[in-house]
């Protein structure tokens, strides 16, 4: 068996290629390109490439895959890829140390979405950014006249309906036109556009958004799930990706990060905190569904109360745990291809009789 392991990198990869049979070793370099990538492929003719987890690895993992060789994406994040300790570290060993733990079969695979669910998940991370960016442009609009006139805007959403708008926009001009003591004025003006513009593109977005969603039948399982809308069951599908792929809930939860760290040595044998490990679209989406199942549904608030233990120094521990419920139980909808009705799992034909 050929192995040959690659080190990607913006401009050069590194390659190194093992024989099984003969222990032979080659190594050497191309340029990062699709055409050179593939002239590799034709002059070494492997049988499996071994590339690590990272921007360019969908990338590679497409095309490889195309030729009919098998690839194997490394997870890079355990204590063995931990190089702080060397002295030497360089692309060629790199490669070489990809095709030297695939031969003896100590990578941990990575999977590698199809690009279409690529592609969602971008445009679910974008419009993340496009809402976090709202946020930072009101808060902005906010602390310029209060520490301009020292007025206060209506608080919450009151502020940026249409009429709300109209009463603290009044006076407001471009900044070309401001008066030097009034530069606010033109300050708040611009930023006010920036939210106009932010609002179209977000529309735009949650337009495509929704269409995706009525056209997967798994966003509408998920959908049923409490604290659970149409735009965190897309994360949830999208991130997840194949359910069946995750033979227990441990694992998802794992996958997702919300296991604890543990630490053992002799005697000692503790839990830490999460590790955060994984998706962190998928735990900021399930942290948002947390806390809308505990305020609108009774028995997800019970199960908060009982994990937090009445204790406001828990809340945040209880809220985990929510989640990974919330985790699970979509989880276990998506693979079963079961609804969620009153606080239980039933199957599709009896929820719908």
Known sequence: MRILGMDL????????????TTGELQQGSIEHSDQALLRLLVRRQPDQVVIESGPLAARVHDLVTARGVAVLVADTTGEAWSWKHLKRKTDPDDALKLARLALVGQINPVHVPAPAVRQWRTLLEYRRALVAEQTRCKNRIRATVLASTGGRLANGAAAWTLSGRREWARGLCPLKDCRPDELWRGLVHCELQHLTD?????????????????ASPDVKRVDSVPGVGPLTAQVLVAVLDGAQRFPTRR?????????????????MDRSGRISKRGSRLLRWALNQAAWAAVRSRPEW??????????SKKRRKQAIVAVMRRLL?????????????????????VAAAA
Do not use: H, I, M
Not at 254 to 265: I, V
Not at 301 to 310: D, K, P, T
Not at 328 to 348: C, E, F, I, M
């Open 301 to 310: 608030r019970a199960l908060f109360l009982r994990l937090g233990g009445g």
């Open 9 to 20: 990198g913006q401009s050069k990869s590194a390659w190194a290629q093992l024989d099984s």
């Open 251 to 267: 694992q998802v939860s794992a996958y997702a990060g919300l296991t604890p760290r543990r630490f053992q040595s002799g005697a």
């Open 198 to 214: 932010l609002e179209a593109r977000l529309a735009e977005v949650e337009s495509k958004l929704t269409a995706l969603a009525q």
């Open 328 to 348: 699970v139980v979509a989880w276990a909808v998506l693979r079963d291809g079961t609804v969620y009705r009153s606080g239980r799992l039933q199957p599709k």
